[in-house]
């Protein structure tokens, strides 16, 4: 029953609502707060140069951070957990809890910041008693995903029980055995969920999903078609996925090498924890590849998002230190292109196939299904949950919009159904939820991964400007008075322009002499001085880069 007396409940989304990926929400009561999932994304912008990830603005956890009890984790996908190093690295978090491969994965990221000690780890299993941290009763579920050791939260608060599904999909024969435990939500429905967050990433697809273990038969029957080597590419926290293609490998006799620091790291923890089984299948050093018959060997590698610097990528530029290319090879997207990734996965596929390689993807056969649940699925969760209201996250707005129709076919009625925002606040109440008019800051984080630095607002308007109108450097000898203008990225019949400018910056620095301006006042002089020369022949706005150097 609810407590009456305690500090109302507030569950505040920071991500993941209106968009796929960095999932992040908060749910609060009084002086304790815990935190579900802290994932990233990737840029969908093609003007985020040097963009890597984005991560979610932690300002809102950084003002709370006394707070803080617990990091609670469904799942070990990048939008779940690819955050976590980041946010330990600006907080402290006293605990992270989650499953033992969860963990596993989460842990991994984290030690290479050097922050693994920064906290506790624990351990959660779904079939024990639910975990208590502060005021919060934290009861898991398990679920099936395309990760192994997926679940659901259910946390009881003193207001009522907060149902958050993470992702999940209703998979009638998993490959690993471990379905979604409907058993389990109808119990959580039965004692009576106040509010229920549901994953809407496929709210908009009729039926249900198809189960991982289909794709055995038509991956099975491309790879014994393939008459040479077998690329296949898929994200590296697809366990199932690897394994299917590991054990297709055996049956066809196949050597298998996996290419990629992050599906090496996530298949060798998943072979020491007994979620991948390799056993028989040679497993090559990448170097060994080029003294094997192509037709002897299968390749697993990342790059499934056509990320730059990924194995696939570097394989079909030609430039990866063990893998070329060929004419025979066949080579298999056994993924989804995320939205914004088109182009740079066609940019892959396109090279490849001008050089005679066999691409299939996910639009031309059956090489991949979704661990997201379907319309037809998401109504047999909203029946056994049966939830006081409901708001649907985890998807874009076509998504939720789609999700909240579902909830009306139950009988929720549209008073019930809280269509959000990142930085909503929902109150909780004596078993009552309401959509406030508060809003907590939100945003997003830039990240240059070779450096983990972010990268500001101002510096990618640099980047953006370098690229669309090109770069002038002008360099100032101040003692002699010559100067040099170097520009990049103008056509050859610019040079009259660029002759303009290199006068108005000499004009400058002539007038400049009596003045005894310091470096940065003759710096914006010069640059001044440039600027409105091109912009004002050319309408062009390039970056300009004043050197002032004392000889």
Known sequence: MPDSSAPIVRVIPLG?????????????????????????????????????????????????????????????????IGAVPYLLRELSVPKILGTRF????????????????????????????????????????????????????????????????????????????????????????SDGVALYLADSTQADVPGHTRSERSLAGPLRDICSRAPGRIVA??????????????????????????????????????????????????????????DRDPRTVMVLCTGSQGEPLAALSRFAAGTHPHLRPDALDTVIFSSRTIPGNENRVHRIQNSLAKVGAQVVGSDTAHVHVSGHASSAELLTLLQLVRPTTFVPVHGEWRHMRAHSELA?????????????ENGSVIELQDGQARLTDEFVTVGEQLVDRTSNDEILEDVLEERQQASGDGVVVVVAHETSGTLEVIARGFAEGDGGLLDEARGAAEEALGDSAGMRLDELELSRMLQEAVEGVVRGRSRRSPLVVPVVLGD
């Open 408 to 420: 009306r076919a139950v009988g929720i009625g549209d008073d019930r159904i809280l269509l959000i």
């Open 16 to 80: 993941g609502i209106g968009e796929i990926g960095k999932n992040i929400s908060v749910v609060e009561c009084g002086d304790d707060l815990i935190v579900v999932d802290c994932g990233l994304t990737f840029p969908r912008e093609e003007g985020q140069f040097g963009v890597d990830i984005v991560l979610p603005d932690f300002s809102y956890l950084v003002e709370n951070v006394a707070r803080i009890r617990a990091l609670v984790l469904t799942h070990a996908h990048e939008d779940h």
């Open 102 to 189: 969860t963990l596993a994965l989460t842990k991994s990221k984290v030690d290479e910041f050097g922050l693994l000690g920064a906290t506790e780890w624990v351990e959660i299993v779904p079939e024990d008693d639910p975990v208590q941290v502060g005021p919060f009763e934290l009861e898991f579920v398990r679920v099936s995903h395309s990760v192994p050791d997926a679940v659901a939260v259910a946390t009881h608060t003193p207001h009522g029980t907060v149902f958050h599904t993470g992702d999940l999909k209703l998979d009638p024969s998993p490959l690993d055995g471990v379905a979604t435990d409907l058993g389990h939500i109808a119990e959580i429905g």
């Open 233 to 290: 590419t898929c994200f590296s926290s697809q366990i199932h996925r690897m394994q299917q293609f590991i054990d297709i490998a055996h049956e066809e006799g196949r050597s298998v090498c996996i290419l990629g620091r992050s599906m090496n790291r996530n298949s060798n923890i998943a072979r020491n924890l007994g979620y991948m089984d390799a056993d028989g299948v040679e497993l090559l050093k990448p170097q060994q590849l080029a």
